[in-house]
């Protein structure tokens, strides 16, 4: 197996700025550093293709320096579009703040990508092949428009298509009758420290990972994301493991979690198991966030490279990472 990573949800622009630390209520702070860049689930499917997994943006780009820039960068990355330019507006754009610790704090403005019709609805279902990967954000389900009508869709999808939920910082304010029926045909939810505790009531995330898997169909799997602590998965039929992490002196935590989600999907969807998936998202993760730039993920030999001689490195690559 070895399918398409198709991402219906947000490609859209990041405004980076460097901050000593996040200013007062009121006040104000001098950014460091500043860069617009592509973001949103750019990092995703920049984490799969540099794998070697083919990558397919399925979601809303509009007409303006935004849709440019989001389309220029995922040209860049040899990354396609499946649905068509829209003329009736711009893409949106983060302001994103990061603070000296590399954490990141998030402002959004959405664009036309909060605007998604039955027609697009119809264009991804036709546009799906068996065996296709299908990753889903939070941010899209969050939005009034497109929520319904990726929900109805999910829930509709065929079991040849793996379907991946990420719930995102938002997943909070998704609406229940959105997030249920996306919770029942889900494959893979991936959730950080966070989200883990807002969706399942537990703070320790071997708890955490076991609640959330039973909230799922019984085929699916979880993923508690842990940052330098590595991650804790709950797979199909399996025991809760922790999965260790690959400690590093982390410069920008932006795009972290989509490096993983990403690189978990293309090692899976590349015939992996889930732990050796597990194993090889906590290191794309990491070699991530010490690089400064939301889309660090490696390549096939950065990632190799990164490994050294850990036993790892020849599970995923063989003798030939290329």
């Not at 989200?195 to 799997?221: I, K, Y």
Request: glycine share 12%.
């Amino acid at each position: 197996m070895n399918g398409r990573l198709v991402l219906a949800g947000n490609v859209i622009a990041d405004l980076v700025i460097e901050v000593p630390a996040l200013p007062e209520r009121g006040s104000d702070v001098i950014g460091t550093r500043t860069e617009t860049t592509a973001g949103g689930g750019f990092n995703t499917l920049v984490a799969a293709r540099r794998l070697g997994t083919e990558a397919v943006f399925a979601g809303l780009h509009g007409t303006g320096p935004y849709g440019d820039l989001v389309r220029d960068a995922l040209a860049a990355e040899d990354i396609g579009t499946l649905l068509p330019v829209r003329t009736d507006g711009d893409t949106g754009f983060t302001v994103a703040l990061i603070d000296s610790g590399g954490e990141r704090t998030f402002v959004t403005s959405f664009g036309v990508e909060a605007t998604l019709t039955p027609s697009d609805i119809d264009t991804l279902a036709a546009e799906l092949r068996p065996g296709d990967l299908l990753q889903l954000s939070g941010y899209g389900l969050v939005l009034s428009a497109n929520g319904p009508l990726l929900s109805g869709f999910t829930a509709g999808l065929p079991s040849d298509i793996t379907v991946c939920l990420d719930p995102a910082p938002l997943v909070a304010d998704i609406p229940e009758a959105v997030l249920a029926p996306v919770l029942a045909r889900v494959d893979w939810l991936s959730v950080n420290a966070r989200e883990a505790r807002l969706m399942s009531g537990h703070e320790d995330p071997r708890a955490a990972v076991t609640a959330l898997r039973d909230r799922l169909s019984p085929g699916a799997g979880v993923l508690v994301r842990a940052d330098k602590d590595g991650c804790w998965l709950a797979a199909p039929g399996q025991a809760p493991t922790h999965v260790p992490g690959f400690p590093v002196d982390a410069v920008d935590s932006n795009g972290a979690g989509d490096a993983h989600v990403g690189s978990f999907l293309a090692l899976i969807g590349q015939g992996h198991d889930p732990v050796t998936a597990a194993r090889g998202a906590n290191a794309a993760a990491a070699y991530a966030v010490a690089r400064r730039g939301p889309a660090t993920a490696p390549d096939r030999a950065a990632l190799a490279a990164f490994l050294g001689q850990d036993p790892l490195a020849q599970r995923l690559f063989g003798a030939d990472p290329h």
